[in-house]
């Protein structure tokens, strides 16, 4: 049935035409790729791709015979996702067969072929077995020269499409046995291309989905983003043994290295694999930060570059620490301090470092340490025209009265600053106070006179201890002056000569083995 000699360049008739969503195919095979065969009983060996495309119950010699025809469609064109509407199939009348008419009681059936076979080898003897339960009636033929078209072999097409191994065509018999009876139709290497076999299947059009991806690298850190078409689901594999099902998922490695990264898309149409590499390089942190100050308080601020998660460690250059990503700082002593951050991420580490100079502002208040008492302490506000105080003692507590009086828990050194509001505008001053213990003893000294004369001072011991130290510091607790005093037994009577003071309130501490005291110099 196929003259490959005639027929060379006739191809397939096949055209999908569309209207929305609902395409239409078109299956009208030719010379080259038509696949139907006709076969006979009473030549129950002979192929017979070349007999036409008969349904026969006939004679041959005095000797009766059934002749039957089978016909196949390629659907390869469909995708298993797409929605069969309807399929029908047709057969014209073949003006160059072997019989001039459709005729006698030729009523037939329709039967889905469920066995392989093959156009060019098929005989009576080889014919493939069919199924019963799905047959379709043809009813006799009215007219000499009829067609039959647009018989409706909807279930058939969709059974093919979504199992296209169960894909054997079709095969038309007379529902007689007796003579004379024919269906006399054209097979697919006829030369009129409108008679061949042909099917016409019109389906809401399914597209598998194709898979594409894009990335962003940042550090460790890999931001995905699907591409794809039509997909429904999604399976990444990262390369390093993990994976995700969200659509656009940000993937952290912890190694530097290149992996091959698969993303798996599925839609009920199929599915698409696209697979790319990523390379991560390990970029180390550069550190870096800046500071601000509300006096006394100091606020650094991390500007570090990094790729990674970072760790961070301050280092104030006085003795502490933190390991805040922002954190606050108070220096309690006046000096240069070398700030220094190390930030660390998974790369490596990286330094920065800054020079602070902390400058305590003149103080506007005198601090006094209770001689009974020496975790007490008396603090007098020296501001002139304050309305408001606002006291931060160092220790976390604080108060708004003007001239507090406040009660040390531990000696040590604090801190302490006075917030005033002179005129509507608010001004700090801040003091370093060093809470030392006083030694209460046998010890008894006096001062005179004060101010001092001539910055002389006379100091009378009363003491069994033969040495003593005097120390002169200002109102922020800086050291101004020191002496040594010897043999204070045989000679109570001390007198120093202090440096030249500029006018202000000082503190002079005598210290001994047996008792300390301390005094409160004003210089005019």
């Not at 009348?93 to 469920?114: C, K, M």
Request: net charge negative; aromatic share 12%.
């Amino acid at each position: 049935m196929r003259h490959y000699i005639l027929f060379t360049l006739l191809l397939c008739f096949s055209s999908i035409l569309f209207a929305g969503d609902l395409k239409t195919l078109i299956l009208q095979p030719g010379p080259q790729d038509g696949f139907d065969a006709y076969i006979n009983s009473v030549y129950p060996d002979q192929v017979g791709w070349d007999k036409g495309l008969l349904v026969t119950a006939w004679t041959l010699g005095g000797q009766a015979y059934i002749g039957k025809s089978l016909v196949r469609f390629d659907l390869s064109q469909l995708s298993p996702g797409d929605s069969i509407v309807s399929a029908k199939f047709s057969l014209f009348f073949d003006p160059e067969g072997s019989w001039p008419e459709q005729y006698g009681d030729n009523q037939a059936h329709i039967r889905r072929i469920t066995g392989d076979w093959n156009y060019m080898t098929v005989t009576w003897n080889t014919q493939p077995a069919v199924s019963e339960s799905d047959k379709i009636y043809l009813p006799q033929s009215t007219q000499p020269q009829q067609d039959y078209t647009d018989i409706d072999v909807t279930n058939y097409a969709r059974l093919w499409q979504k199992n296209v191994a169960q894909n054997h065509g079709m095969i038309v018999s007379l529902d007689t046995e007796t003579p004379y009876a024919c269906l006399v139709f054209a097979p697919s290497d006829r030369d009129i291309p409108s008679v061949r076999p042909k099917l016409v299947i019109t389906y809401y059009s399914c597209i598998p989905p194709v898979a594409n991806f894009v990335f962003t690298i940042k550090g460790f850190d890999v931001a995905f983003k699907d591409k794809s078409t039509s997909a429904q689901s999604w399976l990444w594999k990262f390369g390093d043994g993990q994976t995700s099902t969200l659509q656009n998922p940000i993937h952290h490695y912890t190694a530097s290295g290149t992996y091959p990264v698969s993303l798996f898309v599925k839609d009920t149409c199929g599915f698409s694999t696209f697979t790319d590499s990523v390379t991560i390089h390990c970029i180390p942190p550069k550190a870096g930060f800046y500071y601000n100050l509300d006096f006394p308080i100091y606020s650094f601020h991390d500007t570090t570059v990094s790729f990674n998660h970072l760790s961070w460690r301050w280092d104030f250059g006085d003795g502490t620490t933190s390991t805040l990503q922002n954190p606050k700082h108070i220096f309690k002593e006046q000096g240069t301090y070398r700030v220094c951050l190390v930030a660390t991420d998974i790369c490596s580490s990286d330094t920065a470092c800054t020079a602070i100079t902390f400058i305590l502002p003149e103080a506007g208040f005198k601090m006094q340490q209770n001689d009974l008492n020496d975790l007490e302490m008396k603090f007098t506000d020296m501001t002139i025209g304050s309305t408001q105080w606002q006291w931060s003692f160092g220790d976390g507590d604080s108060s708004s009265v003007q001239n507090p009086i406040h009660i040390y828990s531990d000696y040590g050194n604090y801190l302490v600053c006075l917030k005033v509001n002179q005129a509507g505008r608010d001004s700090t001053s801040c003091g370093s106070l060093n809470l030392t213990k006083l030694k209460v003893g046998s010890c008894t000294v006096q001062l005179f006179p004060n101010p001092p004369e001539n910055g002389l001072i006379h100091l009378i011991f009363s003491c069994k201890s033969p040495y003593a130290n005097a120390t002169l510091t200002d109102i922020l607790g800086h050291k101004i002056y020191t002496k040594e005093i010897f043999d204070i037994i045989a000679n109570n009577k001390i007198d120093i000569l202090l440096p030249t003071l500029a006018s202000g309130i000082y503190f002079i501490k005598i210290d001994s083995p047996d008792s300390s005291r301390l005094f409160e110099i004003v210089i005019p």
